[in-house]
Every structure is written in structure tokens, then in C-alpha cells.
């Protein structure tokens, strides 16, 4: 089917190639007139037509002003001018204007039909690539997870990545020389920060993948990664090689906005953690500070600037064990740490039994691992003689009961540093900002005021402000200048309008029923009460 409009202010002319076209092509086309040349950009506009022929000469709008307001919003449409005017400039006009044929009146029915003809052969080529076009991108659809999968195990395997990071890119369109990644974790409830039944949850991944990858690259222009056990990884080209503090903030909203809504619409629970943007060759760091990030927050999610910076772990079978055990330390977690060392101890066992030497190093080794990250995370002091005893000590372990009591011991006192260092790096932060709070609470202040002075992100100081101080950073803002509000209206020389802006009020009604709240009694009638 072929919609085209025929536009002339001649009665006589409309019906004769409405005639033309109906007796030659039939059923074919679907036609619609126009005497104006605003009726022309209305039909154009509502029967969106494939082919238009339109006389120059018409009421209002000429032919030539027509054709330049249509194609605003539909250039491809097909345009046979025919006029009584054989003029040049007319002609010049048309041809800027991409007109298919110029014809000058009167016309005959051959050179109609043929014009028609020519002009449906374009239509049904432009259809044809545009189908193609399609076909084309449905297939990329459906390999390009298959691709972007490749591309990000190639990342993460080192396998070979600059033999094929130029085929990679081309294919992809990434013309970006930086990239953040990010690691995203499911299961089926979230307990001390940790994903419940991962197991299940990679499971039933295999089905919420298309709708995962959908939702993903409606918050970030990604590659998304294949399913991992129960994780998933987004590579995020990035323009610049760091981000500022103000797109850090952004791309955790953007990140806790996309979890929201992952968890609206799949039955899991999630998490993100976020690295650093690093140059593409090296973005596997990106990924390693990701994980990292998850493992040494709870929160929903968390960028690695957000946390202190551990040093790296190689990870050694049983790598989910091993990593736990880790992780429970530097959080402190003598009984999640007590735990996971337990049942490392116990496989061991299984395993080597008979191999008591290895079992010394290994048990040397992870003890040596989390006091060395301590260390680095100020959880530690140690010299360089600080364990001139350790190889004895383990080595004097009448047997195994002993070796493992010796590795909780040590455990027990990585986790005790790790809890002094927590109290230590949250009580500065707050500290800090207490200390802000107090000497600019007259001010303006907010929330992102704050965490950009401390240099963390919103919700993730929002948090710790909260845990450590008891209080909201409202409520204590709110406090303070209560508390300043109190000892101004001692002094009669300040009116209740200069106590309002002193305290960081610009409206004194709203000051007044917040200083009821916690007064019991409006500033006016404390003064009163005063004396």
C-alpha cells in the first residue's frame, strides 16, 4: 500500500490525477487532497504520506514553503512538484529541496504513470533497507550479549585482551579510553550485608538476564556481563580518566535507582559496588576494587572511594571461604572470621590431613594476609621483628587443636584492631563534621554540603553519621541551632527576626514552630518567660 497526496488549488487537476493514479495502481494506494498549502502540511502531518505530488502555486503556503515545513518531521517523504510555472528559481528550489521530479503543466497520463512508478520503486527500496536494517540489528541484538560476555571475560581473564581489544571496541563502539566497572550481586534476602542462597538465585538468573540487561542499559550506556555464579559485571566507558565528586554522588544515585528498580520487577535482592575509572587496559583493577567494595561495606551500594583502600588478595581454592574469612576480619566479625577460619581449618583436614607442614603455611599465610591488610587499613602496628616467634609458635603446636587456636587467637586479635580502627576512621569523619556542623550552622548548610566537605557520598555519610551520633544530620543540625537559638534570646539587643537568621533560618514562622517543637514554647514566649 502506497499513501500519497495530491496538493492543487485546481479542482479539475486533483481529479485528474486522483483518476490517473486510481485506474492504473487501484487498491494500491490510499490517496488524500489538499487545496492549500496548509492543508498540505496538516495531511502530511496526519496521513503521513509516502509520495506527494504538490503544485507550487496555492493558497497561503506555497508549494516550496510547504515541502520545507514537512520535511522538518518527515524527510524521507518523496516530492513530484508540478506547476505551471516554468521559472528557474523555482526549479533551483525544488532541487535543494531533494524533489524527485519537476514537472510543468499540463502533463500527460504516460509520464504520470511513470513518475508513480519511479517513485513506488523508491518507496519499496527504502522499505526494503529499513527491513533489512532491522533484520541486521534484531541478529546484533541477539549476539550482542553474546559479544559484550566476550568481551568482559576477555577483561577479567587477561586472555589475550590486546590481540583482540581493537576487534572488541569496533564491534561494541566504544571510541572511550576509560571505563568503570561494576559488580552487581543478587539473592534472596540481604543479612549482615550478605546475599542469602546465592546458589538459587544464579539458578534462576538464567531467566531475568534479557530483562537484568534491559534495565541496566536504561540507567547506563554498558556492556553487560554474563551471569557468574550470582553476580553480574557492567563495564561503563567513561570519558574522562577519574570522576569528580558530584558525578561519584550521580552514578550512585543512578546505581541504588536502577537496583530499586531490578528489585521492583525480579524477586531478588541486590547489591552494587562500584571501582574506580581506570584506562580500558587496565579496567580489571576496576573490577577488583568493585568486589572489594562490596565486601567491605553492607551497604545497598558502595562506591570503592567510599571505603578505605585494602591492599589486593590473590584468591586461592576455596575461593568463597577464603574471601569470607577475609572479609569477616576486616569488618571486625570475630564471629563470622571465627567461623569461616573454622571451616577453612576443617577442609584442610579433609583434604591434607597428612600434609602438616603445608597446613603450617597456609594457616601462616592467611594470618600473615589479614594482618598485613590491617596494617594497611591502620588496624595494626608491627616492625619488622614483630613475628620473629610465629614459625616457633606453630611449629611448637602439639597438634592440630592447637594450630587452629593459634589461628583464632590471631584472628581474634586482627578483628580487636579492625574494631578500634573502625571507632577511630568513623568518629573522625563524624568529628569533622560535627565540627562543621557547629561553626557554620547559622549558614545554609545541607547534607551534600557536608559529604563533600568529608569527601563521601551522601547516603553512605548519612549513614554513618546516623550509626555513630544516634541522630539524623538534620536532627543534630536542627539541635545546634536550638541549642544557639536558646542562648541568643537571652540577649534582649536581637530581635526574634535577627535570632531566626542567625540560627540559619530565612523564615521566621517556620523557625518559630520548629523552636516550639522543641521548646514546648514559641521563641517569643521563652523570652517572656526569661523575664
Request: hydrophobic share 35%; glycine share 6%; net charge negative.
Amino acid at each position: 500500500m502506497y499513501r500519497i497526496l495530491i496538493a492543487d488549488d485546481e479542482g479539475i487537476m486533483l481529479e485528474s490525477l486522483k483518476s490517473i493514479i486510481n485506474s492504473n495502481f487501484g487498491s494500491e494506494c490510499e490517496i488524500a487532497c489538499a487545496k492549500t498549502g496548509r492543508a498540505v502540511v496538516e495531511q502530511a502531518e496526519a496521513f503521513r504520506p509516502d509520495i506527494a505530488f504538490v503544485d507550487i502555486q496555492m493558497p497561503g503556503l506555497s508549494g516550496i514553503q510547504a515541502m520545507k515545513e514537512i520535511r522538518k518531521f518527515n524527510p524521507g517523504m518523496i516530492f513530484i512538484v508540478i506547476t505551471a510555472y516554468d521559472k528557474f528559481h523555482y526549479a533551483q528550489e525544488a532541487i535543494n529541496l531533494g524533489v524527485m521530479e519537476y514537472l510543468t503543466k499540463p502533463v500527460n497520463k504516460k509520464k504520470i504513470v511513470e513518475v508513480c512508478m519511479k517513485a513506488m520503486k523508491q518507496v519499496d527500496e527504502t522499505r526494503q533497507k529499513r527491513s533489512d536494517d532491522l533484520k541486521i540489528r534484531e541478529k546484533l541484538e541477539t549476539i550482542l550479549p553474546v559479544i559484550e560476555s566476550g568481551y568482559i571475560y576477555n577483561v577479567l581473564l587477561q586472555d589475550d585482551f590486546h590481540t583482540y581489544e581493537n576487534y572488541y571496541r569496533e564491534f561494541l563502539n566504544i571510541d572511550k579510553k576509560y571505563a568503570f566497572m561494576a559488580v552487581v550481586e543478587f539473592g534472596d534476602s540481604i543479612e549482615n550485608g550478605i546475599l542469602t542462597n546465592a546458589v538459587g538465585a544464579s539458578v534462576r538468573a538464567s531467566r531475568f538476564y534479557p530483562e537484568f540487561r534491559e534495565i541496566a542499559k536504561g540507567f547506563f550506556e554498558c556492556m553487560v556481563g554474563p551471569v557468574m555464579g550470582n553476580r553480574i559485571v557492567l563495564l561503563v566507558p567513561h570519558e574522562k580518566d577519574c570522576v569528580e565528586y558530584e558525578e561519584r554522588v550521580e552514578i550512585l544515585t543512578r546505581m541504588r535507582n536502577m537496583l530499586h528498580k531490578l528489585e521492583s520487577r525480579i524477586d531478588s535482592k541486590f547489591r552494587g559496588g562500584i571501582g574506580r575509572v581506570r584506562a580500558l587496559e587496565e579496567v580489571k583493577e576496576s573490577y577488583t576494587e568493585a568486589l572489594r567494595a562490596l565486601r567491605e561495606s553492607s551497604s545497598h551500594v558502595v562506591h570503592i572511594n567510599d571505603i578505605p583502600v585494602i591492599q589486593g588478595y590473590d584468591v586461592e581454592y576455596p575461593v568463597e571461604l577464603e574471601n569470607r574469612y577475609v572479609q569477616r576480619t576486616m569488618e571486625a566479625d570475630y564471629a563470622g572470621a571465627s567461623e569461616a577460619a573454622n571451616r577453612f581449618f576443617d577442609w584442610m583436614l579433609e583434604n591434607y590431613s597428612k600434609y602438616r607442614e603445608d597446613i603450617e603455611i597456609k594457616v601462616l599465610e592467611l594470618v600473615m594476609r589479614v594482618e598485613q591488610n590491617a596494617f594497611c587499613r591502620g588496624g595494626m602496628k608491627y616492625g619488622f621483628r614483630y613475628r620473629e616467634n610465629y614459625l616457633r609458635e606453630i611449629q611448637s603446636c602439639s597438634d592440630y587443636k592447637a594450630l587452629r587456636s593459634w589461628f583464632l587467637d590471631k584472628t581474634e586479635e586482627v578483628c580487636s584492631g579492625m574494631t578500634a580502627t573502625k571507632a577511630r576512621e568513623s568518629e573522625s569523619v563524624v568529628t569533622k563534621a560535627r565540627a562543621y556542623i557547629d561553626e557554620n550552622y547559622q549558614k545554609d548548610i545541607s547534607l551534600d554540603e557536608v559529604s563533600r566537605m568529608v569527601d563521601i557520598s551522601p547516603y553512605y555519610f548519612s549513614k554513618l553519621f546516623k550509626q555513630e551520633q544516634g541522630e539524623n544530620f538534620i536532627e543534630y543540625l536542627t539541635r545546634i541551632r536550638m541549642q544557639n537559638a536558646r542562648q541568643l534570646l537571652m540577649n534582649q539587643n536581637y530581635s526574634i527576626k535577627e535570632v531566626c537568621a542567625m540560627c540559619g533560618y530565612s523564615d521566621p514562622n517556620y523557625f518559630s514552630r520548629i523552636f516550639k517543637k522543641y521548646e514546648g514554647v514559641t521563641p517569643r514566649e521563652y523570652r517572656e518567660r526569661l523575664g
